[in-house]
């Protein structure tokens, strides 16, 4: 095809057609249109925006270039699943998922990898020994009807147009688009054949969306889209100006997230788990209220069978069960780690997620090109939170490095994080809104 006048038409902007971008999408998958190009039409359409109609157009488009999952509809658990805008040390799908299969619902988690600072989901699964992500269409049914949950990537036969655009929107600045975050996020979700869905939005400073306001636009884009696609959606509006949990990189926040399966984990990683594990089973009339659905998610939780759960998931997806338990015994794996320590007395008022993001991806802990390899096992634990009281020589966090050098000068720029004044902050809701 003749790409270059839908190009200039966005770049002036004019609206597309439905034909026009299903043309597109499929030619781009087809390898006609080459890299170049199509980030010229991105950053088009990021100056430019795309109407519902042609938000709705480019979802389907997108969807539809590969295969879509086919349940057994005489199943009586619904299909769900939750999805995140993206955050640091936001690792709330790894305990999410074995809670809500566990919690009676089939879970065909189709994920991301990071973009930008923000860390992705298959990256951080990748960091288990052994484990796969790349699942084709007909496993990910089969293991979601056999144990409840699958937890994947596209693949060249689901959403191959996502996988595509999603890496070159990492490294071509047009991450913060409300139309492709949105034709990204849905073409994977319809792709699932959901009933339900819970969305995680961010908003802040280490966020897509830098402001609350951005993040209720985005979220109705979403849940709006959704809803006419016959998906029943709610979204959260979630605060992300500090990390999520204690830790920031791949391997470290997948131990969180065991802790947090083990009852011992961050409660700000809890409570996102809970709340959108309530949240669904409201949306799909398994509780009658949000009091009782949140008292139903706690119980399952601290009953070890998610904890359970989780083992059979990751050993289903080729996982070294032995190798994992040995690795979670390790303080770290890392070859440098070094702290970083409070120089004055007071109370942590702000921890700079955008700084800690940064920090991660360039110990390589995250992508700064499109073909970057990830370090799975650098990153930063320990992270003091707002309103923690310090003392000098109160460690702020520690750093997990691949080399004395990179330890040296991210120990310096995470001291720059943190704020410390001598009186307790006032806490900020984590959990600021919902649609």
Known sequence: MNFLPLIEAKRDGRALTADQLQEVIAA???GQIPDYQMAAFLMAVFFRGLNGGETRALTLAMRDSGQVLQFPKNDPRPVVDKHSTGGVGDKVSLPLAPLLACLGFRVPMISGRGLGITGGTLDKLESIPGLTTQLGPERLVEQTQRIGVAMGGQTANMIPADKLLYALRDVTGTVPSIPLITASILSKKLAEGLDALVMDVKFGPA???PTRDAARELA???VSLAVECGVMTRALLVDMSTPHGHAAGNWLEVKEAVQCLE???PTDL????IECAASLLVQTDKSPSLVAARLTALDC???GAPRRKWDELIAAQGADLEAFHAKLQLDHTAPVVQECVAAEEGFIRTCDARIIGEIVRDLGGGRMTKASVIQPDVGIDRLAKPGDAVRRGTVLGRI???NGA???LAVARLQSAFSITPTPPVAAPLIVDTL
């Open 220 to 222: 109705w884009s979403i």
């Open 301 to 303: 939780l601290a009953s």
């Open 406 to 408: 990179q330890a040296e």
């Open 400 to 402: 997990h490095a691949s």
């Open 263 to 265: 009852g011992c984990g």
């Open 207 to 209: 966020a897509f969306m």
């Open 28 to 30: 781009f998958v087809a």
């Open 270 to 273: 809890q409570t996102l788990v």
